[in-house]
């Protein structure tokens, strides 16, 4: 059994699109229970509608107040108990779910579950994973927007942490990490620094690349009809501060909305959509996941400005994140990860044992 605690309440916007995303949800997953966290209880009608009845596996619970999006939802958060996203992440921290996904704003996301759960240990820092690239080469991409000013060591935590979530979101053995720098004419002091810090640690380490690297399609073969996309692209994981990374999110944003109302889609079907598929579907993207915290916390992404089907897979893919994540004990992987740089910071101090 898998219990997720869905926050719906968010910054205080409808819900109702959002639950589109449901039936599906329920259905691929015979084992998943979710405790919907609501304002109220217009939600019976939206569930209704559905065919859903609250009972063994839709749980309701209430929540009185909403966090504003931007520099305010620290405060907010640490203030108001009785907001979705508190009351989300105390249904985790009390034992009655295993996982939080929320509505509200990122930043709002990142301080709860840093505010209820705690860093793990050896993490000063909580930062946000995203999937991005194309569906058939994905890559984690930290920090996708919960920091601006970091240290090497904040950029190392990231490093590991996200190693640890791309070994559970791809399944792959050893992810190959790249630090998201400019092109080398632009020499960048604090990066160098982490170039260093990344080399020395047990992690498949491939240096520096570009945002064109990241994103942009590879080619094999001679020009022409012979050419092939190479999927292989050379990292499972992207290494940036939050400003950087907000700006390379909201580019892709951008490109996903562009392609969209021109009516092709094209960016959408080669994965910048920030979800699609089923929850049974190992790919299914998106879900924006805070590593580095001891639980589970995924913010699920939505646009007010998209259609109801758009937000309610922008949830189902934030909770198969969530689900995925519980399922490898992924908090467990990345203490354990964690233990990896407390060790390499004891020996750069001349500690022993």
Known sequence: MTRIAVDLVGEGLPSGPLLEALPSALGADPHLVLTLVTSGDTVRDDLARLGIVPGERVLLATAARS????????????????????????????????????????????????????????????????IVGGANA???LCDAGATVDVTADELAQFA?????????????????VGLLT???????????????????????YVGPLTADRLLAPSW????????????????DVAVTDGFTGDVLMSVIRGMRWWESHRGTGHLSRAGLDPGWGTLE???????????????????????PDEAGDSQAVGLLAALRAASVAVHADLASRTRAAMAILVARRRALAGLVG
């Open 67 to 130: 966090v504003s999006a931007g520099p305010e939802a620290l405060r907010e958060v640490r203030a108001r108990r009785d907001s979705g996203v508190r009351v989300a992440a105390r249904l985790v921290r009390d034992g009655h779910a295993d996982a939080m996904v929320s509505i509200a704003p990122a930043e709002a996301v990142v301080a709860s579950a840093q505010f209820t759960y705690g860093l793990l240990p050896g993490a000063t820092r909580a930062t946000l994973a995203s």
């Open 138 to 140: 994905p890559v984690v």
């Open 160 to 176: 590991v942490a996200g190693s640890a979530y791309a070994a559970v979101r791809f399944a792959v053995n050893a992810p190959r």
């Open 182 to 204: 400019a092109r080398p004419a632009l020499p960048d002091t604090l990066r160098r620094a982490v170039d260093e810090l990344l080399r020395s640690l047990d992690l498949h």
């Open 220 to 235: 094999t073969g001679e020009p022409g009809d012979g050419q092939k996309i190479d999927h292989r692209r050379g990292v």
């Open 281 to 303: 579907d190992p790919d299914v993207r998106g879900g924006t996941i805070v590593l580095g915290v001891d639980g589970v916390a995924v913010h699920a992404e939505r646009a």
